[in-house]
């Protein structure tokens, strides 16, 4: 412990040196991390957001279509069909899912609700297990019950 | 409000709790409509309270995704001209979605 007292001065000198944008450290930092769910949550509910954006311009194609002829409705519906358009589908139904389901997070966490550690950790696996399998009982209602049988 | 930043929160949260039930009818709605022709989607668009979520889905979503879009690139984009240019790209891109979803919902309505 001596010797730390006698390093504090040319450690207070060092601080003052640090340049931001050159020798400054920055946050987050990108080397040192430890996964936790509600940080994995926290950026996925990034990515799905930009996802969603991206999936807003299909949404629009379709009421679009609708509205400019019938042979553009059925090219734009056509293509969702098809397994390429319906893989596309999936992915924005699973980002609309788990970015809506950790959103109702959020605002819970807002309102004060579940901001513990384990309780913010149980409902950030629920979100990512909840996401998939309504993803599915989604799908699963569009081949079974959907308009199309 | 007391700040922008202050009034951007208060809007993404309110749009998002509107967001929770439009996304599920808009879920609901899409699996009815699910094989349907060009006259039959025209019949659902226009009906009246099909409309107005699908409106409400239109304004309130392209509000939100700007708002959001905004913050991330506040956050990685530090270059004032990059950051600035991809600010107008994003209001655009939610504008042109905005215009082009309630447009089309508004043509239906008078097609259909
Ligand atoms: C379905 C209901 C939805 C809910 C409950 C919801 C909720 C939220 C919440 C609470 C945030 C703030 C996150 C934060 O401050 O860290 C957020 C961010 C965001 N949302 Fe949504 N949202 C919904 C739908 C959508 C849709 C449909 C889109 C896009 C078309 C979207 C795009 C975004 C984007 C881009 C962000 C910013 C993400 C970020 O800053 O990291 N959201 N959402």
Known sequence: MSDTAARAPEDAVRQVSFIPG???????????????????ASITQRITG???????????LWVASAAISESFYDAVTGF????????????????VMFHMLNGLRYLGFDAGKGISRAASSNSGWAVFLLAPVLTAIIFFAGFTLGGAN | M???ATKHFARQRMTAMIQVPLTIFL????????????????AAFSTWWIAALLVAWFISVPLHMSIGIGDIIDDYLHKKGTRSLTHTLN??????????????????????
């Open chain 1, 22 to 40: 050159q020798n400054a450290p920055m946050s987050p930092h990108l080397q040192v991390w430890k996964f936790t769910v509600t940080m994995a």
């Open chain 1, 50 to 60: 930009g996802a969603n954006a991206a999936g807003m311009a299909l949404l629009v």
């Open chain 1, 80 to 95: 969702l069909g098809s397994w390429f358009g319906l893989v596309i589908l999936a992915g924005f139904t699973l980002s």
């Open chain 2, 2 to 4: 007391a700040s922008s």
């Open chain 2, 27 to 42: 879920v609901i709605f899409a699996i009815t409509m699910i094989g349907s022709t060009r006259e039959e989607a025209l």
């Open chain 2, 91 to 112: 209001s655009v891109y939610a504008l042109l979605i905005g215009i082009l979803g309630v447009g089309s919902v508004i043509a239906i309505t008078l097609i259909a």
